[in-house]
């Protein structure tokens, strides 16, 4: 069956950085957009970062200019390069992979993300 497994995650520093990865098995991953989201205590699942099957990114405002999303097709990876954390990005971070017009859709099992001096 298809897995998406996190890694990454850990206690940081505001101001810190770190890079999330998500490797997926058991799907033609060149295909998939890949999407990041978090979900902090008590809140809603949200939206972070988004790169489609041809590269082309998008990320939600909060950690515009803090965040990068990025693909390793032969590796069947994606990544999220998060710098200048903030306390508020605490939260449990999944990754998502889907296409347009599919039913698919896969998540990850999450990695934690905690930051705080």
């Known amino acids: 069956q298809v897995q998406l497994v996190e890694s990454g995650g850990g206690l940081v520093q505001p101001g810190g950085s770190l890079r999330l990865s998500c490797v997926a098995s058991?799907?033609?991953?060149?295909?998939?957009?890949m999407d990041w989201y978090r979900q902090a205590p008590g809140k809603q699942r949200e939206f972070v970062a988004r790169i489609d099957s041809g590269g082309s990114t998008n990320v939600a405002g909060s950690v515009k200019g803090r965040f990068t999303i990025s693909r390793d097709n032969a590796k069947n990876t994606v990544y999220l390069q998060m710098s200048s954390l903030r306390p508020e990005d605490t939260a449990v971070y999944y990754c998502n992979a889907w296409r347009l017009g599919n039913t698919d859709d896969y998540w990850g099992q999450g990695t934690q993300v905690t930051v705080s001096s």
């Open positions: 058991r799907i033609i991953f060149s295909i998939y957009t």
